[in-house]
């Protein structure tokens, strides 16, 4: 009888439950982990995340290999299954285990694979909340909010809160205070990079090599490559948020500045999808600098930062488990625009969309504000098939993966799940990303025109989006005071909006 452990790219931290449960039997327990170029190019995977998740495997097989573990790298194999079936056979493995799947559909896939010996999916321990923990909550809760989930949170891990369970500072959410435009020279401080070390470096050959990676190398540019590895980098990038980001980290949260790619934000979502870092002590490290620095710090800032993993990444995972098979293909304003080439080049003349995607493009990353309020804005209100969007997000981002993508693309972006998720839209016209961002002033379109040669095309799409979907979206309360705004205007200025907005789509087809 041998059990062999099978360790997925996103599943690299050494007290994963799959290796925890042999922990105490590693010298006998084979491990496995493969790299598999079907899997890597079922979509144009941005370059800089295969050289990010397959570095990263390499150094966690010999992070395991040194502390006893006998481990099997396969590199650059077709597929998942074939080198599978011959370590299952040449270790003699009768009982494989596998730490359950973030992702649904590779789960499904895992269960559909043929195998010769026994499988066993152990609760996937990367989240402060199993899904069963989740589903306790969720299940006497008409409505899913958010802002409850993240309360829930404070008291179970004990997170800024008081002897008394009350929250520290007397407020539980300081989210108004964050909100500033970023106005005047910002001092802005270094992210924490890395040099590409020899592991790397072998990846990123292969990728600028191998015929395999030819359309990728067409979208995504591999000039450089500095994320962090390996657990030991990602934990620096944690200590350097912590000491030199998170202070400042609350009130430019929402601003957008040309060529600052990161602000004061984290960088820390493609270590935390990968296992690197673990949600608990990127929560913890960043109380204890609050709890060190009380006397300087706001409480604002670190609250702020502590909602986002604690709440926002916990919640989006939460919801991914309860949601059924359909909500992938959900399309509630029924959008069936394709997605414009403009997004996998950036060639385009509105600055904000040019400005960000280029970003992408060279990082893979943008945060939080440029995905909601400029990328999937735009494909929302410019009407944007939710599930080519979504494909494109996938693609594009470093930190992309099933679980995240659903929720944040198509539930919070999109609105393509009807407000399973948000409570309205977040569809937003060129005043708030003139107000939040510097884009604008160097842009060829004008800002406040709503229609004629210059009109900015947010303007016309966000106008045509409420006026085409108001039925629908009368229905969401929220909604109520901009429709109001609707209706004030003008049936002619209204014909022009909506005629510029087909002319937008038709003027795309024919490019
Ligand atoms: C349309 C859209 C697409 C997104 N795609 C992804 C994605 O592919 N992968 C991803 O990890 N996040 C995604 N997010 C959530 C969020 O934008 C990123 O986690 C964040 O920008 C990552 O950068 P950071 O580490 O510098 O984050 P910070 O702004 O510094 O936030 C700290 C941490 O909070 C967590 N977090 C905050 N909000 C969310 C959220 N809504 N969902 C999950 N985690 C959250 C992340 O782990 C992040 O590292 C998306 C959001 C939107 C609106
Ligand atoms: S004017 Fe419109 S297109 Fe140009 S940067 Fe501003 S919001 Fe974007």
């Known amino acids: 009888m041998t059990t062999g452990v099978w360790v997925l790219g996103d599943q690299l931290w050494a007290d994963q439950a799959a290796l925890l449960s042999c922990a105490g039997a590693k010298a006998q327990t084979p491990v496995l982990m493969i790299e598999s170029i079907q899997h890597a190019t079922a979509l144009p995977y941005h370059l800089q995340k295969l050289v990010l998740v397959w570095s990263a495997m390499r150094h966690f097989a010999e992070e395991l290999q040194a502390s006893g573990w006998p481990v099997t790298y396969v590199k650059q194999a077709e597929n998942f299954q074939t080198p599978l079936l011959a370590w299952i056979q040449q270790q003699q493995i009768t009982e494989l285990r596998v730490m359950r799947p973030s992702d649904r559909p590779f789960t499904r896939y895992l269960q559909t694979l043929d195998l010769p010996c026994k499988l066993v999916l152990l609760a996937n321990n990367h989240f402060l909340w199993s899904e069963e923990a989740f589903q306790t909550w969720a299940t006497p809760r008409k409505r899913l909010l958010m802002e409850d989930f993240y309360r829930e949170g404070r008291r179970r891990f004990h997170i800024l809160m008081t002897e008394e369970g009350q929250p520290l500072g007397g407020q539980w959410n300081f989210d108004k205070e964050n909100r500033k435009p970023p106005k ?7 992210p924490l990079w890395f040099p590409a070390d020899a592991i790397t470096q072998s990846v990123i050959t292969t990728l600028q090599q191998s015929p395999q990676f030819e359309q990728q190398r067409r979208y ?19 200590d350097h948020f912590v000491q030199t980001r998170l202070s400042g980290f609350g009130p430019y949260q929402d601003a957008m500045v040309t060529g600052e790619d990161t602000l004061w934000h984290a960088l820390l979502s493609p270590y935390l999808n990968l296992g690197l870092l673990q949600p608990l002590e ?37 919801v991914y488990t309860c949601v059924d098979d359909t ?3 959900r399309n509630w304003f029924q959008h069936q625009h394709p997605l414009p080439e403009f997004f996998w080049t950036g060639n385009t003349l509105m600055n904000c969309l040019h400005q960000v995607i280029h970003q992408v493009r060279q990082t893979g990353y943008a945060h939080h504000i440029q995905r909601l309020m400029v990328l999937s804005n735009f494909a929302l209100i410019a009407g944007l098939s939710p599930q080519e969007t979504e494909q494109w997000f996938h693609a594009a981002f470093i ?10 693309v198509l539930g919070m972006g999109l609105f393509a799940d009807g407000g399973v998720l948000a409570s309205k839209p977040y569809a937003a ?13 160097s842009c060829h379109y ?3 025109a709503r229609t004629g040669e210059d009109a900015c095309p947010f303007n016309f799409f966000y106008w045509d989006f409420l006026a085409r979907h108001r039925t629908q979206l009368k229905s969401q309360g929220r909604m109520s005071f901009i429709l109001k705004n609707l209706d004030k205007m003008t049936n002619a200025e209204l014909a022009a909006i909506q005629q510029q907005a087909v002319n937008w789509h038709q003027k795309q087809r024919k490019a």
């Open 327 to 329: 909500y992938p293909e």
């Open 399 to 408: 930190d992309a993966y099933d679980w995240v993508m659903q929720t944040n």
């Open 220 to 238: 995504w540019p591999l000039e450089s490559f500095q994320w962090a590895v390996t657990r030991t980098q990602a934990l620096k990038v944690l």
């Open 184 to 190: 005047g020279g910002l001092q802005t401080p270094e």
């Open 429 to 441: 016209s060129a005043n708030y990303i003139n107000k939040m961002s510097d884009y604008c002033k």
């Open 282 to 318: 990127v929560v913890q490290a960043a109380e204890q600098a609050y709890q060190k620095h009380q006397q300087t710090w706001e409480i604002s800032g670190v609250e702020g930062f502590i909602r986002q993993v604690l709440g926002w990444r916990e919640y989006m995972h939460g």
């Open 446 to 448: 004008n800002a406040r």
